[in-house]
């Protein structure tokens, strides 16, 4: 029985934890929901919660239309760009080296501009989870929390990455927005430009390893 509940849970058998939460770390209900939202005590993954505010909603009236007429698919682009490059350099700095970043393109509340950073190090999470807490961005107090989220893959909305979500912005999965391949490069020539000796000890990568899967066990 307890490898039985063990391969079900988070999954859409388990009955009594939310497989949404599990895979997305939110939910639509929220604290309404009728299943377990079980929130991770260690992670390698933080949430910023509705942290992004993309150029379109910032810059839209309540008639859909465009405070400025000159909103185009470069500038939504750019401007998502620039702000991911800020947030990535000045996590990374702070806190430690990024394994994944991610933010979310859906509209719906519960996912709406989250931020999800994946570190390399569980302690390094947790050190930003504390220090964000207290932190302001873009004139918006930001919340921080830890979590379950190890695997996009699985988060993500297949159908959008196929450029065919028929739920739109709505949708419950993931939708994550991509940004430029020069963008992507830099960040990284930049990590691979980092001299040698930064890294952790052995010690402490294993641990943050070894206590992953016993997460998934």
């Given at each position: 029985?307890?490898?039985?509940?063990?391969?079900i849970?988070?999954?859409?058998?388990?009955?009594?934890n939310?497989?949404?939460?599990?895979?997305i770390?939110?939910?639509?209900?929220?604290?309404?929901?009728?299943?377990?939202?079980?929130?991770?005590?260690?992670?390698q993954?933080?949430?910023?919660?509705?942290?992004?505010?993309s150029?379109?909603?910032?810059?839209?009236k309540a008639?859909?239309?465009?405070?400025?007429?000159d909103?185009?698919?470069?500038?939504?682009?750019e401007?998502?760009?620039?702000?991911?490059?800020?947030?990535f350099?000045?996590?990374?700095?702070?806190?430690?080296?990024?394994?994944?970043m991610?933010?979310?393109d859906?509209?719906?509340?519960h996912?709406a501009?989250?931020c999800?950073?994946?570190?390399?190090?569980?302690?390094?999470a947790e050190?930003?989870?504390?220090?964000?807490?207290n932190?302001?961005?873009?004139?918006?107090?930001?919340?921080?929390?830890?979590?379950?989220?190890?695997?996009?893959h699985?988060?993500?909305?297949?159908?959008?990455?196929?450029?065919?979500?028929?739920?739109?912005g709505?949708c419950?999965?993931m939708h994550?927005?991509?940004?430029?391949?020069?963008?992507?490069?830099?960040?990284?020539?930049r990590?691979?430009?980092?001299?040698p000796g930064g890294?952790r000890?052995?010690?402490?990568?294993?641990?943050?390893?070894?206590r992953?899967?016993?997460?998934?066990r």
């Open positions: 029985m307890a490898d039985y509940l063990a391969s849970f988070g999954t859409e058998k388990d009955k009594v939310c497989s949404f939460f599990f895979k770390g939110a939910c639509r209900h929220g604290e309404h929901c009728s299943k377990l939202h079980n929130k991770p005590t260690f992670s993954t933080i949430l910023l919660k509705n942290l992004y505010l150029l379109e909603n910032s810059s839209q008639d859909k239309s465009f405070i400025v007429d909103i185009t698919e470069e500038r939504i682009q401007h998502f760009d620039d702000t991911f490059e800020e947030l350099v000045e996590l990374e700095r702070k806190y430690g080296e990024i394994e994944e991610n933010i979310c859906n509209l719906s509340e996912l501009g989250n999800y950073v994946k570190f390399h190090f569980e302690e390094d050190k930003a989870v504390v220090d964000l807490n932190r302001w961005f873009d004139g918006r107090a930001v919340y921080a929390e830890l979590s379950p989220v190890t695997d996009f699985e988060a993500c909305c297949r159908q959008y990455q196929m450029g065919d979500c028929p739920r739109g709505f419950n999965f994550l927005k991509p940004i430029s391949k020069d963008l992507r490069k830099r960040l990284y020539q990590r691979q430009k980092k001299p890294s000890s052995p010690s402490n990568r294993d641990r943050s390893r070894s992953e899967r016993d997460r998934r």
